[in-house]
């Protein structure tokens, strides 16, 4: 497995669209996949969306690494770090396959979800 890190960052859409062809794991349920926490046998669910700073372009032999912000297009800043299984192929621009999945991605605008405090905040 290699990582690098590529500057500047790209802010990214990244959607699973499909299992690979012979995955290792079974796709989850969006209904049923506990997030944030390890799912035995199980891979990220079809539709599965994030938003964040990608750490490199997709390469063959590596993860793909996305520092996250947005998670499902909640709309809620859920912070992560998302990483692939290891890259299989990339076919086109814009799309790759891991040994479990076929994302899509592309670039995207920076979201902040940032409220500002309910009282205001004293120099004194």
């Known amino acids: 497995m290699t990582f690098s890190l590529t500057l500047p960052l790209r802010y990214v859409s990244v959607m699973k669209v499909d299992t690979s062809d012979v995955p290792a794991a079974e796709a989850g349920d969006l209904r049923t996949y506990y997030f944030g926490h ?9 539709n599965y969306s994030l938003k964040g700073w990608l750490v490199g372009p997709p390469k063959v032999g590596a993860v793909v690494q996305v520092l996250r912000t947005l998670r499902n297009g909640a709309g809620v800043a859920v912070p992560g770090i998302f990483t692939s299984s290891p890259v299989t192929a990339v076919p086109n621009e814009g799309e790759f396959h891991t040994v479990n999945s076929k994302y899509l991605w592309k670039d995207a605008v920076p979201e902040f979800h940032w409220l500002p405090p309910a009282e205001q905040i004293s120099s004194a």
């Open 38 to 46: 390890i799912n035995p046998g199980r891979t990220l669910p079809i």
